[in-house]
């Protein structure tokens, strides 16, 4: 392919490509290289290493993910909003497994601060809300959310749930509807129901 209309845009989208076939970590200038025949010099006009083209498709992936959660939570509350916010996360990662892993490729804080990381913070937060929680336990939440819906994920990947008979869906019910029940026990009253 020729070099002609290589853009950094257009190289994020063929690494971004590059990662689900291979996976994340094996993404490199050197082998997007690979993917347009040229050679790998002719890259660093457009991106300056290996560690900014992984930022550039980590940026794209959380961009694409925070969009299908919002699209998917948008409407919805308590169990409703949780179940599609999980189930849209495990939909991005089976059908886009490294830019899944790129979207948690650590940023540095600068980078991070203005990425759609922090829709995806504050989403969880708003979906969180439903079940009045208060500080501190609306963080741990959030991170055991995250911890819960990451694991699962990172081990029905790997293929560590393809050695028992009970479907990984089954698992996948269970964990979200006995996550919703712990919040719904954690989470404080609404003001209506503590003055009745």
């Known amino acids: 392919?020729?070099?002609?209309?290589?853009?950094?845009?257009?190289?994020?989208?063929?690494?971004a490509e590059l990662a689900d076939e291979v996976g994340f970590d094996q993404v490199s200038v050197s082998a997007l290289a690979r993917r347009f025949?040229?050679?790998a010099a002719s890259l660093y006009a457009h991106v300056r290493s290996t560690h900014d083209l992984r930022t550039r498709i980590a940026l794209l992936a959380l961009e694409e993910l925070a969009d299908r959660v919002a699209d998917a939570i948008a409407g919805r509350?308590?169990?409703?909003?949780?179940?599609?916010?999980?189930?849209?996360?495990?939909g991005y990662a089976r059908e886009h497994p490294g830019r899944y892993q790129a979207a948690r490729f650590r940023?540095?804080?600068e980078t991070a601060a203005a990425s759609a990381g922090v829709r995806h913070a504050q989403m969880t937060r708003a979906l969180l809300r439903g079940y009045h929680l208060t500080e501190p336990d609306q963080t741990h939440a959030v991170r055991m959310l995250g911890g819960l819906v990451h694991g699962f994920l990172e081990l029905e990947t790997a293929g560590g749930f393809s050695h028992t008979p009970v479907a990984a869906e089954e698992s996948w019910a269970w964990t979200v509807d006995s996550l919703d029940a712990m919040l719904r026990a954690r989470g404080a009253a609404p003001e209506s129901d503590r003055a009745s």
Request: hydrophobic share 50%; no cysteine; charged share 30%.
């Open 1 to 15: 392919m020729a070099r002609a209309g290589l853009t950094p845009e257009r190289l994020t989208w063929a690494g």
């Open 107 to 109: 940023l540095d804080t």
């Open 77 to 90: 509350a308590g169990r409703d909003a949780l179940a599609a916010f999980a189930d849209a996360y495990r």
């Open 37 to 39: 025949d040229v050679k």
